[in-house]
């Protein structure tokens, strides 16, 4: 499960509307609490994918090194990531599934449909290494969080 705050939540779905019709990246930081990762703070990235940012997405390892750093500085860690499927649903892709490598992380994707966001939906990346990894859909609960 992802808990996430209304400020986050909109903050990514604004992102995926001020980049349409590309896709738009970044992390989700904060920590986890068994099951549940808790979102406490996201982190835009530039996509830097120049070959078609409309339907894929990159984020340079530094930028993701950079974001790592000043999470760990207030105690934060990486819980996840987020992008944009421009008026394309939002499912993973077998892209999707190719380029994710952080096992246990949320991938959260959100719809921007004629360049207004309308359905967000978040994935587990499962399994134990990249062999038998697999995106597991689970439930998203926008609420206040600490």
Known sequence: ??????????????????????????VLLGQMDGDVRIVTSTARCGNTRTDSPQNRYHIDPKELVRIQRQARERAEDVIGFYHSHPDHPAQWSKTDLEEAHWISCSYVITRVAAGKADVTNSFELTGSDEADKSFTQESVEVESVP
Do not use: W
């Not at 705050?5 to 990246?25: F, L, N, Q």
């Open 1 to 26: 499960m992802l808990k996430i705050s209304p400020k986050d939540y909109a903050e990514i779905r604004r992102h995926g509307e001020e980049t349409y019709p590309h896709e738009c990246c970044g």
